[in-house]
């Protein structure tokens, strides 16, 4: 992967053209790039690659307007495009979503419809949070039990793990391996790569609960939120079960870069994810963690980072010459809270606005030389402790997932008409697609969940 620097340039010019066959030429030019000419001789697409032809068919579409995000269009008019030359390419090369399907199993079929929402919105990888304390949502073929005891839990905590309430109702889910290939085909052909990660050695309940020898204390499937000291023991056959499930996954999914976790493993020294990483990279991929794993050293060549607990971890992972993707919790926690008010559901961690996505520069102002480049971009995570439904998760995503796409996609200089760009034409989009946003002005009554606890920060 290697970074392009940019600016993007629209040239409009006199009036409007009836919308017609579109004709795309491959041309030399910055990855993932194209330039898009309307006029009245007819709209033409020169492209970088496949993905640029792609990318500008999503810009066609915004052009039209929101009819165009319908499955089917209701406009009898002929569609207009404005005669236009867009040239446009991406800031950074990883341009990111992570959904964690382990606190609460989003089922394939929503899961097929964030691909259709990220691609929308020119983002590019999809990184699968497959494993955790609370689910395990990957069949093993080797260790069936993973998923039908893991993949199962009896209760769940409704709220912060510090209030009292449970649901008191079981809860769970698998993908199995095939329905992974369907999901990862149908994210390529969208020019989304989905990027697995089962978590090691910390948030591994599910795990120990299907097999005990795994563990130190055994335990079921957990049914609380948080760090979880019940961690996977040292003993070389864990390591062994685990060589076995990653070769597993890697059967499954093309993808050069496999994630590994190794965040919030309580008494873990680090030879547990150096043995995993070592493993990968005998495999041909790249293990890729969360930036607990910098401490776990020496990685392996070509490890990637992604620094979660603020930008330290990022910056010192890419002064040791390993590439990163910057998702610090401070700008993109979408599970965090989207206002102050009272009734803004469920009020976990930092507020996190949409302006406050939108301000937030990837980029760490203390790398100097060669190591921005080190920087392949950045993602937005979706812990989904909170999230227990589709019209939750995309109350928790959007508008900021579209603000943070324009930070990933856009030259680094702010546009102080975002949020006016996003009232009048991309929260239209959204109605179209279906997307159950929150309003800038506040969540809607049914969006409200009053009684719930959270934990502000
Ligand atoms: C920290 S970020 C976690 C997750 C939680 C999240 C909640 C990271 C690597 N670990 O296990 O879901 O906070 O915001």
């Known amino acids: 992967m290697t970074l392009v620097p940019r600016p993007v340039s629209f040239a409009a010019g006199e009036g409007t053209v009836e919308h017609g066959v579109v004709e795309t030429l491959f041309v030399d030019g910055p990855p993932q790039g194209y330039r898009l000419t309307v006029s009245p001789g007819g709209t033409v697409i020169e492209a970088s690659d496949e993905a640029g032809e792609f990318y500008a068919y999503q810009t066609i579409r915004q052009l039209i307007g929101p009819d165009a995000f319908r499955v089917a269009s209701i406009d009898r008019t002929p569609t207009m495009l404005p005669v236009c030359t867009i040239e446009d390419y991406p800031r950074f090369p990883w341009r990111g979503c992570m959904i964690d399907v382990a606190r609460h199993f989003v089922p394939k079929h929503d899961l097929l419809r964030y691909v259709d929402l990220l691609s929308v919105h020119k983002l590019n990888v999809l990184h699968l949070h497959l494993t955790d304390d609370q689910g395990w949502r990957f069949e093993v073929k080797r260790y069936p039990k993973l998923t039908s005891v893991g993949g199962w839990r009896s209760s769940s905590r409704y709220g912060d793990r510090r209030s009292g309430g449970r649901t008191g109702r079981p809860h769970g889910g698998f993908y199995t391996q095939d329905d992974l290939r369907e999901i990862f085909e149908y994210a390529r052909q969208r020019h989304v790569l989905v990027i697995p990660e089962i978590d090691v050695p910390g948030h591994s309940q599910a795990a120990i609960a299907a097999y005990p020898a795994l563990g130190v204390h055994g335990g079921d499937v957990w049914t609380d939120w948080g760090v979880n000291e019940r961690v996977l023991n040292t003993e070389e056959s864990t390591v062994d079960f685990y060589r076995n499930v990653f070769d597993e996954l890697i059967d499954v999914f093309p993808s050069e870069v496999i994630g590994i976790g190794g965040d919030e493993a309580p008494g873990h020294d680090g030879s547990f994810v150096r043995q995993i990483a070592q493993h990968l990279v005998r495999r041909g991929r790249r293990p890729y963690g969360w930036d607990e794993i910098v401490a776990a050293g020496p990685l392996p060549a070509g490890t990637i980072v992604a620094s979660w607990r603020g930008i330290s971890g990022g910056v010192t992972a890419a002064r040791d010459g390993h590439d990163v993707v910057m998702c610090p919790e401070e700008f993109v926690y979408l599970d965090y809270r989207q206002s102050s008010r009272e009734d803004e559901p469920i009020p976990v961690g930092t507020v996190t606005t949409v302006e406050d ?8 102002a203390s790398l100097t030389g060669a190591e921005p480049g080190r920087v392949l971009g950045a993602q937005a995570n979706l812990w989904t402790e909170h999230l227990d439904s589709p019209r939750r998760l995309d109350y928790a995503a959007f508008p900021r997932l579209a603000a943070f796409a324009e930070v990933v996609w856009s030259p680094r200089e702010k546009d102080p008409g ?40």
């Open 357 to 364: 996505v939108y301000g937030w520069e990837p980029m760490p």
């Open 418 to 457: 975002f949020l006016d760009r996003l009232a009048a034409h991309h929260l239209p989009r959204l109605d179209a697609l279906g997307v159950e946003y929150r309003p800038l002005a506040g969540p809607l009554p049914w969006q409200t969940m009053p009684g719930v606890p959270g934990f502000p920060r």
